[in-house]
């Protein structure tokens, strides 16, 4: 009996020198937590660069949507749907094709909160005849930058990848390329 008293009290010393000693320092105990388990508080994670073994995949969702079957068709993004959307499947139904406007970027400061934060978007022209396209627009304050000048134009059923970066004036870049069909 004395022996698991004495026992006892080695563990309960030890744990109330373990307090004593870190005492206000709990900020080391959470940092050996983030450490060893790659716990972090918050959503953002600005302590220096941060790394993904075994890739890193990133969601949102795809939005599909057509448009009317007459004439040249316009539509605008709206900010909420660039920030809860990755990718966009648009079915052109118009023989004119349509022109697909991003929102301003006074619209989108939730988007890419902080200078030089980037993301990227995929846009597909779902319709199954080549020669309806899907023009992609610039809304104010975004300048779209590519190899030639028609990688803003998707043909149908191809894609574009829009990969956009925020200036430290708060306008962005969005480099695009169309992507063919390669089989």
């Given at each position: 009996?004395?022996?698991?008293?004495?026992?006892?009290?080695?563990?309960?010393?030890?744990?109330?020198?373990?307090?004593?000693?870190?005492?206000?320092?709990?900020?080391?105990?959470?940092?050996?937590?983030?450490?060893?388990?790659g716990?972090a508080?918050?959503?953002?994670?600005?302590?220096?660069?941060?790394?993904?073994y075994?890739?890193?995949?990133?969601?949102?969702g795809?939005?599909?949507?057509?448009?009317?079957?007459?004439?040249?068709?316009?539509?605008?993004?709206t900010?909420?749907?660039?920030?809860?959307?990755?990718?966009?499947?648009?079915?052109?139904?118009?023989?004119?094709?349509?022109?697909?406007?991003?929102?301003?970027?006074?619209?989108?400061?939730s988007?890419?909160?902080?200078?030089?934060?980037?993301?990227?978007?995929?846009?597909?022209?779902a319709?199954?005849?080549?020669?309806?396209?899907?023009?992609?627009?610039?809304?104010?304050?975004?300048?779209?930058?590519?190899?030639?000048?028609?990688?803003?134009?998707?043909?149908?059923?191809e894609?574009m990848?829009?990969?956009?970066?925020?200036?430290a004036?708060?306008?962005?870049?969005?480099?695009?390329?169309?992507?063919?069909?390669?089989?």
């Amino acid at each position: 009996m004395k022996e698991k008293l004495t026992t006892v009290g080695v563990i309960l010393a030890l744990g109330l020198s373990l307090v004593g000693v870190l005492g206000n320092e709990g900020s080391v105990v959470r940092e050996i937590v983030r450490e060893q388990v790659g716990a972090a508080p918050g959503p953002d994670h600005r302590n220096g660069v941060e790394y993904f073994y075994d890739g890193l995949a990133d969601g949102g969702g795809c939005m599909a949507t057509s448009t009317a079957s007459s004439g040249n068709v316009a539509g605008t993004l709206t900010a909420a749907q660039m920030q809860r959307h990755n990718c966009f499947k648009v079915t052109v139904n118009a023989q004119g094709g349509m022109t697909l406007t991003l929102p301003a970027t006074s619209t989108m400061s939730s988007v890419l909160p902080a200078v030089g934060m980037h993301r990227t978007w995929i846009i597909e022209n779902a319709t199954s005849t080549t020669g309806t396209t899907l023009t992609v627009a610039a809304g104010t304050g975004i300048n779209l930058v590519s190899v030639t000048t028609n990688d803003d134009v998707i043909d149908g059923t191809e894609r574009m990848v829009m990969d956009c970066w925020r200036r430290a004036d708060h306008d962005w870049d969005c480099r695009v390329d169309e992507l063919l069909n390669a089989d």
